[in-house]
């Protein structure tokens, strides 16, 4: 089965940037749409971005539009995301996502509104932005 692994986090000053890994397992990412979602200390789980399968649907959260691009390199069986103009409120922990292949219909809308829709999850890597 699929399996997600994020890598990039850091500790960065405001105002700093972080580009974010996901790797994938499988031999092509054509197949699957890819989301990533964070986590704050205190707060619920919140999708920052996705790119559908077939890269016709791009999603940004409000918060990050302007600072934050998803993208892929299919060759590496990679999707990135690189993130400008970080702020402390978007500290958390990083997750990117794939939401189940009879799911067609995320596949194609690219919805992060419920992450509990998504079955596979990478571990998470932790993005810290403080003074």
């Known amino acids: 089965q699929l399996q997600l692994v994020e890598s990039g986090g850091g500790l960065v000053q405001p105002g700093g940037s972080l580009r974010l890994s996901c790797k994938a397992s499988e031999f092509t990412l054509e197949p699957y749409t890819i989301a990533w979602f964070r986590q704050a200390p205190t707060k619920g789980r919140e999708g920052v971005s996705c790119?559908?399968?077939?890269?016709?649907?791009?999603y940004y959260a409000d918060s990050v539009k302007g600072r934050f691009t998803i993208s892929k390199d299919k060759t590496k069986n990679t999707v990135f995301l690189q993130m400008y103009d970080l702020r402390p409120e978007d500290t958390g922990v990083y997750y990117c996502a794939a939401p189940p292949p009879y799911a067609t219909h995320l596949q194609a809308t690219c919805y992060t509104g419920r992450p509990d829709q998504y079955d596979t999850w990478g571990q998470g890597t932790q993005v810290t932005v403080s003074v």
């Open positions: 790119s559908s399968s077939t890269g016709s649907s791009i």
